[in-house]
């Protein structure tokens, strides 16, 4: 096929999405009370072109018989009421997509589900829009290991700010934000390195979940035994990534169940900086207006919950272990059919 037939078919997929797609979110949020805002309808819109290239990427449409709609249709939901943009610099919101295996009427069947996660300036976005009672977000602070740094102490109600004199030098060991609240006190609120070993430990445990070290080729078809040595084996695997902590990125054993995002050292402190910014964004309070759009970002927020917990409720999922896409722990190497 041509480079000007590929563009032409990229365009009609685009086209036909937007046309499909945008008026029933509009509706859905209608139904929900939640009124869809001129920018909302650019987050769908954004979020569309962005899924539709990583369909593309994989050698897909949004017509695939194989394609799981109903997830598409949450994604965008969640891109319009939490008002993140898919092509905002830096991105609000990463789609990827999984392969799960669900029983049918007919049996088996394999089908891509989208996942989708709140990554970069999402969460500041979320705080400035939503949060309760927030006058103003400044930029958060990047504190080195080589910098001078005393934090906020509090003198009965009052407190008295941190200090901080920058060095440039050392390693990244915590964040703050400063937030401005309506009634202009202020708070700092920070969060150190080591509790994102926490998201690290969890990623490990996520990425074993399938794994059966050898013992036998499928862990749904494992003996009663066979499934005691692959606990025990897992539970191996966590309690040296736990005695290794940060160790963990460069140890042999445990690094090939950790993603290159985070084992890469181009990219694993701006993985750990990401980590720690998505645990202050999450810890400050927001209010989104209604209970619909606070379940919504209930769901986008929370790692570990996929997206398509309520798609696939009462049904038996496998996970095939294969991720594929754009997001920040994705893994994976689909090839563009162009």
Not at 166 to 194: L, Q
Not at 307 to 312: F, G, P, R, S, T
């Amino acid at each position: 096929m041509s480079n000007t037939e590929n563009k032409t078919e990229y365009k009609t997929a685009l086209v036909y999405a937007n046309d499909t797609f945008l008026g029933m979110i509009e509706k859905q949020m209608e139904n929900h009370n939640i009124p869809i805002s001129d920018y909302g309808k650019v987050c769908v819109v954004n979020a569309i072109s962005a899924i539709n290239d990583l369909l593309t990427t994989n050698g897909m449409n949004f017509s695939n018989k194989d394609l799981d709609t109903s997830t598409l249709t949450t994604a965008l939901i969640t891109a319009a009421t939490l008002q993140l943009n898919a092509k905002a610099t830096n991105r609000e919101i990463y789609f990827q997509l999984r392969n799960k295996k669900v029983k049918t009427a007919n049996g088996d069947a394999w089908v891509k589900q989208l996942e989708w996660g709140i990554e970069g300036d999402g969460w500041d976005s979320l705080i400035s829009r939503f949060g309760r009672g927030i006058q103003k977000v400044y930029p958060f602070w990047l504190v080195r290991s080589g910098d001078k740094y005393t934090p906020a102490r509090h003198k009965g109600l009052e407190t008295l700010p941190p200090e901080w004199e920058e060095s440039g030098v050392g390693e990244v060991v915590r964040v703050v934000y400063p937030v401005v609240y309506t009634d202009g006190t202020i708070h700092y609120f920070t969060c150190e390195k080591d509790e994102t070993l926490k998201n690290l430990y969890a990623h490990i445990n996520n990425n074993i979940m399938n794994e059966t070290f050898g013992i036998c080729k499928d862990r749904y078809k494992a003996t009663p035994e066979e499934t005691a040595q692959i606990a025990a084996k897992k539970k191996e695997v966590l309690d040296k990534a736990k005695e290794l902590g940060w160790g963990a990125l460069d140890d042999a054993e445990i690094s090939k169940y950790i993603s290159p995002s985070w084992t890469d050292y181009h990219s694993r402190e701006s993985m750990i900086i990401r980590k720690m910014r998505n645990r202050i964004c999450k810890s400050i309070p927001k209010d989104f207006g209604s209970a619909y759009a606070s379940d919504v970002y209930n769901r986008a927020s929370d790692e570990g919950y996929a997206a398509v917990i309520d798609v696939v409720d009462a049904v038996d999922v496998t996970d095939k272990a294969e991720l594929i896409g754009t997001g920040e722990e994705a893994q994976g190497t689909a090839k563009p059919n162009f």
